[in-house]
């Protein structure tokens, strides 16, 4: 069987592994994961924020775990486990897991432009190009994907400066009294921010490009700690800039926190900021075509580009029709659902099922 | 190698059908800058001021008007007249009418709200006298929403207005256990606008208004470093002491009946001694003099604030950040019985140059 075993000039050095990992998780996500998180345990959800970041380094551990077992990624381990027929139509899920993904991402940002900057933008179009660029990215192979991952979040990363304005305009004692709701109200909000930190479960495809992948480890885990780092100072702000009867009807609080920015050179900062996160969102797009083509490719022994391409036209094709906040709402549901049962259940199960199945065998 | 000819012609040309959005070219659209509403026999009365560029660099302005009946309706109404549209990006200021204050203005507020081009920095205001007027003043060569603007702006930075904004007046709004405050604004000449006083919100409407006299006290109440100037009576002469920096810290001393302190810090220079030659006691009896005159006015002010059941300072705020599962429906009877300690603490480190 092959494992999917990758020549070297084509692996990633490990500090890379990170870099990937934290561009896949932020994406819509930091732009609007403030008022799910206020809806339960209101100006003490920065407190969940940190308990579930927690708990992805648990998770992100078990992937680790996972690939070494069968000293390959998650495809393999399905069909080691599972058998080849069970194996891989799970594996096929994962193909219809990342398209959803990469829908998510270019509709979200379509849907931003739409609001914010021209209502009359043709999504069709802005989709194509976006899509076209995602096929170029992956077409290079996945160190060119690492390499936009990287890119993608270096050069917005002075966006994070802007966010001090705000905080001069905040009234931290918005914050007090700390841990004013019940445990049960903390879980709650805990469950809801999962979802704005999923994205981490790209490292069970990519772990084979991995070079020393012992010595990742240490680089994803504190990318994930950073990545906990800016939702929790992020939310901190946003509760202290908005009261929460406010911030519990924006639906993009963090876009909102920039309408107060102005600099001699640009009157809204908005602008600005949107027109950055086409490169945010860029490698979320890069990623899931690259991870959905690569699964149809070990799954179904397909040319890697001609698949990407039918990938990218099936999400051209949807994104048309996500032309409202409604199916935006129903899509984002469907894929944190999902996520969450990948993230949550999967993993964790497959883990025990390597282990038996390793015992079984050695006996 | 011909794929990627292929893709960097679909690129190329998928750039030229992209640029297919609406454009905004500064030259073609009306710049609104200032936006004035007020309420007469049950309709809605709105004007938009525009600047006009002219050839000599003077600014000059042009005001649109309209009747309707919801706010949005008075736009696309002003719409009609106008020959180029007219785009909000650039609101600087926004006036309400008393009459229209005292029945509430949540409506025009979910149209800032609801529309993302509006900035938070928007300068709010309550005008007393007609809203159209104020805009049709001549208020000199940098534009009329320039002077009203920098008119507000200035006052907040160093003197007696306190800091408010868009912004902070939806904070306050939305905040429980507080209420917002707008400055009052009234044209006394054709050339000239006065801050008559603060306007004082319960919930979204206008309950009463702040004398300017008050002002200098409800800053030192209200905002974190205040700016401003203050009269000081005194038996050696009449003073006027500028304050540099201020703190006010609020303390729960009790909660059954609720027991505030609020402790009023503020350094300060003298700008003004009408008794000649000034002694080192008597900077003394300056600083006591003041203090005593702030402890007087903010508790006046205070009470008055409770017996019209309105919390500019935010005290119901103040007391649900301390108290763990606080209830804002008993609150509100209990704001009635409050206590207030307030104490003072004035430093004037300056007399200036000479003694």
């Known amino acids: 069987m092959l494992q999917g075993s990758v020549q070297e000039r084509m692996k990633i050095s490990p500090y890379m592994a990170a870099y990937v990992i934290v561009a896949m998780q932020t994406g819509m996500g930091v732009l609007s994961y403030q008022q799910v998180l206020v809806k339960d345990a209101g100006h003490d959800a920065w407190i969940s924020i940190i308990a579930t970041g927690l708990t992805v380094h648990i998770l992100v551990w078990i992937m680790y775990r996972i690939c070494e077992t069968v000293e390959g990624d998650v495809l393999y381990a399905n069909v080691y486990l599972f058998g080849k027929i069970i194996g891989n139509s799970f594996n096929t899920l994962f193909i219809f897991y990342y398209i959803i993904y990469c829908l998510t991402s270019l509709g979200g940002l379509i849907e931003i432009i739409r609001t914010w900057m021209f209502n009359d933008l043709n999504p069709i179009v802005f989709g194509a190009i976006y899509l076209l660029l995602g096929i170029y990215i992956v077409f290079g192979g996945f160190r060119t994907v690492a390499g936009i991952s990287f890119l993608g979040l270096v050069i917005p990363s002075y966006l994070m400066l802007s966010f001090l304005i705000p905080l001069k305009y905040g009234d931290f004692s918005n914050l007090l009294p700390v841990l004013d709701h019940t445990p049960m109200e903390l879980v709650k909000s805990g469950y809801n921010m999962i979802f704005s930190f999923l994205g981490y479960g790209i490292l069970l495809f990519f772990y084979p490009f991995i070079k020393k992948p012992q010595q990742s480890k240490k680089w994803v885990h504190i990318g994930l700690l950073g990545t906990t780092f800016i939702y929790t100072a992020l939310a901190i702000i946003s509760f202290a800039y908005f009261p929460e009867g406010l911030l519990a009807r924006s639906i993009w609080p963090t876009l909102e926190m920039w309408k107060i920015v102005r600099l001699p050179f640009i009157e809204r900062f908005e602008y600005l900021g949107i027109a950055n996160w086409a490169l945010i969102m860029l490698p979320n797009v890069a990623i899931s075509l690259w991870c959905a083509s690569r699964v149809a490719k070990r799954v179904y022994h397909l040319n890697q580009r001609k698949a990407v391409i039918v990938i990218a036209c099936v999400c051209l094709i949807i994104v048309s029709l996500l032309q409202s906040r409604d199916r935006m709402n129903l899509l984002f549901e469907v894929h944190s659902k999902v996520g969450l049962a990948i993230a949550y259940f999967y993993t964790p199960i497959l883990y025990l099922g390597l282990l038996i199945k390793k015992k079984v065998k050695t006996k | ?355």
């Not at chain 2, 190698?1 to 070219?25: A, E, P, T, W, Y």
């Not at chain 2, 006298?129 to 060569?141: E, H, L, P, Q, S």
């Not at chain 2, 409770?306 to 005290?315: C, R, S």
Request: a positive charge; charged letters at 25%; glycine letters at 8%.
């Open chain 2, 1 to 355: 190698m011909k794929k990627f000819r292929l893709i960097i012609i679909l690129c190329l040309c998928s750039l030229f059908l992209v640029g297919n959005v609406q454009k905004r070219v500064i030259d073609d659209v009306n710049i609104a800058t200032g936006f004035g509403i007020n309420k007469s026999n049950g309709q809605l009365q709105g004007s938009i001021m525009i600047p006009v560029f002219k050839a000599d660099k003077s600014i000059g302005n042009f005001t649109f008007s309209a009747k309707g009946k919801i706010p949005r309706d008075l736009v696309s109404e002003m719409q009609k007249t106008a020959s180029q549209p007219i785009v909000a990006g650039a609101l600087d200021i926004a006036f309400f009418g008393e009459d229209l204050a005292r029945e509430g203005i949540i409506q025009v507020l979910d149209v800032f709200l609801r529309d993302p081009t509006i900035g938070a920095r928007l300068n709010l205001a309550v005008v007393d006298g007609d809203v159209n007027d104020i805009f049709k003043g001549n208020y000199g060569d940098r534009g009329n929403h320039e002077y009203l603007r920098q008119l507000l702006e200035q006052n907040m930075k160093v003197h007696n207005l306190p800091l408010t904004n868009l912004h902070f007046f939806l904070a306050d709004f939305y905040e429980e256990g507080k209420d917002a405050y707008l400055p009052v604004l009234k044209k006394t000449k054709n050339d000239l606008v006065n801050i008559t006083g603060i306007a004082l919100f319960k919930d979204e409407k206008l309950v009463d208004i702040l004398h300017e006299n008050k002002m200098f006290y409800f800053k030192l109440l209200v905002d974190k470093h205040t700016q401003g100037s203050v009269m000081v009576k005194e038996k050696h002469g009449d003073a006027s002491v500028k304050s540099i920096t201020s703190k006010h810290k609020i303390k729960l001393l009790n909660r059954n009946p609720y027991k505030f302190g609020v402790h009023l810090k503020l350094k300060g220079y003298l700008t003004e001694h009408q008794g000649g030659n000034l002694k080192k006691s008597e900077v003394e009896d300056l600083e006591k003099q003041l203090e005593k005159q702030i402890v007087e006015e903010c508790t006046t002010m205070i009470e008055d604030f409770q017996k019209k059941e309105i919390d500019p300072v935010g005290f119901g705020h103040f007391a649900q950040s301390r108290t763990r599962n606080f209830d804002f429906n008993k609150w509100q009877e209990r704001y009635k019985s409050a206590q207030f300690k307030i104490t003072a603490e004035v430093d004037i480190v300056q007399i200036g140059v000479i003694k």
